[in-house]
């Protein structure tokens, strides 16, 4: 007696239950989707899928800047090429197949960045002179990262210095100017000179700055063919960016 609509390991004949397993078992005929939830990405700990998310939303203001400029046709391209290829899902459908988004969808699409009000409040891409003192700051700050990274993994519970406490306010300081709504929500203003943080206490605010400047930064490059490059106002420059953090 044939199996009706039977799932992959019941038609090998595989004892698994779907309750007893952490996966979905895919119908035999019937695919299943595949996507990416960029919520997921960003929750994440991981500085690869943090990095992966910031990518999509740099790819989304790019197609913004493409409207905004009069090349509306180009984002609309991008945004159907993003769109579902025919042969999405695991492969195995007989009759599931991807369909493009049509050029109704993705005006409206493109819309959204001027009818949602936190969309146009987003960080916006950076001019040139803001791209010339990112990279000064963060060179700065990754330094001081490694610095008290290195001193913390020591001597974790070790009071800084005063000479490095002043040293690491006139960062974070110059770092939340530039950073500016970027910067990390955190009741904190600078070290107390009097009170001496201890080296992992300056690690953990130092690397809430770097994160934060790792997630602006991918707002505002663009990688082609393999090489990052920083991205000013609607087009990508010649300048050179180092790899976002976690990104190959």
Request: hydrophobic share 45%; proline share 5%; with cysteine.
């Amino acid at each position: 007696m044939p199996l009706i609509r039977p799932r992959l390991t019941e038609f090998h004949g595989l004892d698994l239950a779907q309750a007893s397993v952490d996966f979905a078992i895919p119908f035999l005929h019937e695919d299943l989707p595949l996507y990416v939830d960029p919520f997921l990405l960003w929750k994440s700990p991981s500085l690869q899928d943090q990095s992966l998310h910031g990518a999509m939303i740099a790819a989304f203001n790019r197609m913004d800047l493409l409207s905004k400029s009069g090349r509306a046709e180009q984002a609309v391209a991008m945004i159907q090429q993003m769109s579902e290829c025919e042969e999405v899902g695991l492969g195995g459908a007989t009759t599931k197949k991807g369909k493009r988004i049509g050029t109704p969808i993705a005006e409206q699409i493109l819309k959204l960045f001027r009818t949602i009000p936190n969309i146009q409040a987003r960080v916006s891409v950076m001019n040139e002179k803001q791209v010339e003192e990112f990279r000064k700051m963060a060179a700065q700050l990754d330094a001081l990262h490694h610095e008290a990274s290195a001193a913390s993994k020591k001597h974790p519970d070790k009071p800084v210095s005063k000479f490095k406490v002043k040293l690491a306010n006139s960062v974070l300081l110059i770092a939340r100017k530039v950073l500016g709504t970027s910067a990390p929500a955190m009741d904190f203003d600078q070290f107390d000179i009097d009170e001496l943080p201890t080296n992992s206490d300056l690690s953990f605010v130092v690397t809430q700055f770097v994160e934060c400047a790792e997630k602006l930064k991918m707002q505002n490059v663009q990688r082609i063919n393999g090489i990052w490059y920083w991205q000013v106002s609607d087009d990508t420059t010649d300048l050179v960016a180092t790899a976002p953090r976690g990104v190959r």
